[in-house]
């Protein structure tokens, strides 16, 4: 189920890409969501994204976030009007470490997030 959303001028787009499961709680929210996608379809969702000249909060399942790819490094590389960020998956929100914690370990000790 692809919803879309019509964006005015001053608004971002809210896209999700992940589960069915998990996507389906954000469509209920009004979202773009596309379930079960795969890392080509993220590909194809960022470069559509670049090449509208969308600006948009784009939020992926921890295993498209961790899948790679031409347009999903360059975005994070870059920064600016798409931001790209990382959603625990939905059968184990109590194993996922988001990555930010690496860093905060190296620069703080591992003791910092006890």
């Known amino acids: 189920m692809k919803r879309e ?3 005015s001028s001053t608004g971002a787009r809210l896209v999700v890409l992940g589960s069915a499961g998990l996507t389906e709680g954000f469509s209920l929210i009004g979202a773009e969501v596309h379930p079960d996608a795969d890392q ?3 590909e194809d969702v960022l470069a559509e994204l670049v090449k509208d000249g969308s600006e948009a909060l784009v939020l992926l399942e921890s295993n498209l976030a961790h899948s790679g790819g031409a347009w999903l490094n360059r975005l994070r590389n870059e920064g600016g009007r ?3 960020t990382e959603l625990p998956p939905l059968s184990s929100p109590h194993d996922y ?3 930010v914690d690496e ?5 703080l ?3 910092a997030l006890k």
């Open 109 to 111: 000790g591992p003791e």
């Open 97 to 99: 470490a988001p990555a």
């Open 82 to 84: 798409i931001v790209v």
């Open 40 to 42: 080509a379809k993220v």
């Open 103 to 107: 860093v905060v370990h190296a620069v």
């Open 5 to 7: 959303v019509e964006v």
